[in-house]
């Protein structure tokens, strides 16, 4: 992958100038052994994809098989309408996390008062309010208010999922932007607002697509919220992929073919924020 | 992407109206408010009554019945135990493999880059895909590749899932958290400076020494973060177990969550599903306390 910071692989000692030590190349071959492993039944799923349902169940496993893309294309029909919703919730619920936590990022890491740590704080408490603790209530007010099964329940509840996310993130990136531009800013006249739209936010434009990947794999991968406040119409990939957890009829062959179509999308994304990945993933406490 | 979020965010009121700082912060407070803390206290009103939707007029206070009911339950207080041992299974399996590969990966060698996004796969997937492949293709007990791969080392093929439920959701919810683990954990090696390493080998520090004595009291905030923010997340697991078990056999591997999914949306006992999620919330703010004590040290706010 390219997707190594080149700074990032400098930092570390080696333990000896010269070549690679017998130790060295031994653990080496350790690490790249526990990724196959790591990584196999994922490898296995994908390779499942390409398989004939017959070689998909087969025992003992075929390894060696002639790939046909025949699961992808029968997976497509069902794949696409869940794709749709998924797509919708996710970049619904990222654009609406970033209007309203924009602002706030901005105000607290520019404009920080006493009571700006407290608000936070209270931000990110919100996170640590398991999804069962508001569940019942938010379906029977979904339920008179028409949202269940819709894209904006979803958006509605993916978006209280990612702005605590969006807001500390983005106020770590915003606190980066030295105090100076902005005080060279007044000095000429600008006002709060052009602060905001001419300043900070053209300058924390990587942190903005950072913390937005972020957020739209955590929708992208959100289960309950899906499952309890969807059934069809709005239904994203996870109510979707839901449908294979019986082993009846043992599809599994398209069901990996769907899986991939499903995880694909989010392992690319992840691959490109990964450094960013653990600063969000810690909220900022381990950089 | 990237230029999404600053068109949507341009139609703010301007003309009349001035933004000031604080006035920027209400909205995602707001926002907030109503969808976590407004929902929560209603669900802690449901929870003193009974109050199933299947007769959705009568509705009795009944005070701390349902909280009782909860506590008092073999049943109930196994659900409670099943959150426990799952998490902190977990949590120290995927600290102990975390932190291995973590180390493991603190090396400069080929292909770096591209093992450390190998590894890190299994944390992005999502958990029903987790759950539906592994019951599936490699834990059916007929024809899936573990019961294959038991079969031909010798032994009997076995069904995990109805054998060793707890331990299999373990090994999944596992498999899918040591890479938070190890990304966390890596990160907090590489700010381990280098001359503190090669300090404690020109002292003559065994490698077992220079981990001891260099390497762990370093890594301790990154441990915190870890611990803390997994315990908040594994207490959380739904989808694994809702995909592979059901929460069963029996109760074996019902946690917090699918017994209030259950509650709520098979048996329409609001009442009951409203005392469970309320404890859920306590439980996992009494951690969360913790967490937010250890994050706030390390943040100022407008800090430079």
Known sequence: ?287 | MTAVPISATAPKPKGGFKITPSVMIWPAMLYLILTTQVPFFMTIYYSFFRYNLVEPDRRPFIGFSNYLGLLTDSDNLKVLLNSMILTAGTLVLTLILGGGLALLLNRTFPGRGFVRSVLMSSFLIMPLVTAVVFKNMLLNPVFGFFSWLVKSLGGTPIDFLSAYPMATIIGMVTWEWTPFAMLILLTGLQSLPDDQIEAARLDGASPLQEFRYVVLPHWTQALEVVVLLETINVLQVFGEIYASTSGGPGVATTNLPYFIYQKAFAEYNIGVASAAGVITVILTNILAIFLLRMISKNVSPGGH
Not at chain 1, 72 to 92: D, E, H, K, M, T
Not at chain 1, 248 to 271: C, D, E, K, N, Y
Request: charged letters at 10%; aromatic letters at 14%; glycine letters at 6%.
């Open chain 1, 1 to 287: 992958m390219t997707t190594l910071p080149s700074q990032q692989a400098v930092t570390v000692a080696p333990k000896k100038k010269g070549g690679p030590s017998t130790s060295g190349i031994l653990l080496t071959a350790l690490t790249y052994l526990l990724a196959f492993l790591f990584f196999f039944p994922l490898l296995w799923m994908a390779l499942a994809a390409f398989k004939t349902e017959a070689q998909a169940f087969a025992v003992p496993p075929v390894f060696a098989f002639t790939p046909i893309t025949e699961n992808f294309q029968n997976a497509l029909p069902a794949y696409g309408v869940a794709l749709r919703n998924s797509l919708i919730a996710a970049i619904g619920s990222t654009v609406l996390a970033f209007v309203l936590g924009l602002p706030a990022a901005f105000a607290l890491a520019v404009y920080p008062t006493k009571r700006s740590k407290g608000v936070l704080t209270w931000m990110l408490s919100t996170k640590f309010m398991p999804a069962v603790g508001v569940i019942v209530p938010l379906y029977l007010l979904f339920r008179d208010l028409g949202l269940l099964d819709t894209w904006w329940g979803l958006i509605i509840m993916y978006t209280t999922m990612n702005l605590p996310l969006v807001v500390w993130m983005m106020h770590s990136y915003m606190t980066e932007i030295p105090q100076a531009i902005y005080e060279a800013a007044r000095v000429d006249g600008a006002n709060v607002a052009k602060e905001f739209f001419g300043i900070a936010l053209p300058l924390s434009l990587p942190g903005i697509s950072a913390t937005a990947l972020l957020a739209i794999i955590f929708a992208w991968n959100e289960v309950f919220f899906a499952l309890n406040l969807t059934t069809t119409d709005a239904a994203p990939l996870s109510v979707f992929i839901s449908t294979f957890k019986t082993s009846r009829g043992l599809f599994w062959a398209q069901m990996s073919a769907a899986a991939v179509l499903t995880v694909l999308p989010v392992l690319i994304f992840g691959w490109i924020a990964q450094r960013q990945l653990v600063r969000g993933l810690s909220f900022g406490a381990v950089k």
